[in-house]
């Protein structure tokens, strides 16, 4: 069954512990996104690579970390220094010259 | 930068009546335009897009770049639209944030019986 997969689907974290959420894509994807959704503020990017070994900074990158050393993977961590981490995360995929993304389930990060 | 806004958050429209929701966009180059759903439980997924000019699910919508817009409308609404829909904008080739991809709020849409 093709497609993309966000796991955990819920995640709870204590205060002052990183995290690491992850995004796993079999369609053969050069493009990931990470984005924060929040109610009222709709989809905000967090970060996104074009290819292998490369990504950049979305409009909120601050406190989140990533890394692409697979095709098919591109792992989210919030860490420590996101000031207000408990939200529900998306991840998406695309061909890198495609016009569709395709989005993960989602996963829902709380704060205890 | 490139910047979507959707300044509706809530629309609610009955059965039968015409719809339109409102998507305007800032970006120095030539972008390429979106529409995007996600239905109760399920995933955001693509509705339209504006390379395509096509019709789906009786929904249409048209790149304006004269007003920067591409709202999306219906003539007639069904409950079944009763959705979260978001405005999303992709750059293109020759800048740094060549194939970002940029989302509007989002605007809930109610369709009434």
């Known amino acids: 069954d093709g497609g993309i997969t966000q796991s955990p689907k819920y995640l709870f974290r204590k205060e002052g512990q990183n995290v690491t959420l992850s995004c796993e894509q079999n369609?053969?994807?050069?493009?990931m996104y990470w984005y924060r959704q929040d109610p009222g503020q709709g989809l905000r990017l967090i970060y996104y690579?074009?290819?292998?070994?490369?990504?950049q900074k979305g409009d909120i990158a601050e406190g989140y970390s990533v890394s692409r050393e697979k095709k098919e993977s591109f792992p989210l961590t919030v860490t420590s220094a996101q000031k207000n981490p408990t939200a529900f995360y998306l991840c998406?995929?695309?061909?890198?010259?495609?016009?569709?993304?395709?989005f993960g389930q989602g996963t829902r990060l709380t704060v205890v | 930068a490139q910047r979507v806004t959707q300044p509706e958050k809530l629309l609610s429209v009955f059965k039968g009546a015409p719809v339109e929701l409102k998507c305007n966009y800032s970006?120095?180059?030539?972008?390429?335009l979106f529409w995007y759903v996600q239905y109760s439980r399920q995933r955001l997924q693509l509705l339209l897009r504006?390379?395509s000019r096509e019709s789906i699910k009786g929904f249409t919508a048209d790149l304006n770049k004269g007003e920067t817009s591409f709202h999306l409308k219906k003539p007639f609404a069904q409950e079944e639209d009763s959705a979260m829909y978001y405005c999303?904008?992709?750059?293109?080739?020759?800048?740094?944030?060549?194939?970002?991809?940029?989302f509007g709020q989002g605007t809930i849409l109610t369709v009434h019986p």
């Open positions: 999303a904008l992709k750059a293109n080739a020759g800048g740094t944030s060549y194939g970002k991809l940029t």
């Open positions: 369609l053969n994807h050069d493009a």
């Open positions: 970006y120095s180059g030539s972008p390429e």
């Open positions: 690579s074009q290819i292998v070994n490369d990504f």
């Open positions: 998406a995929s695309s061909m890198r010259g495609g016009t569709e993304a395709f």
């Open positions: 504006h390379i």
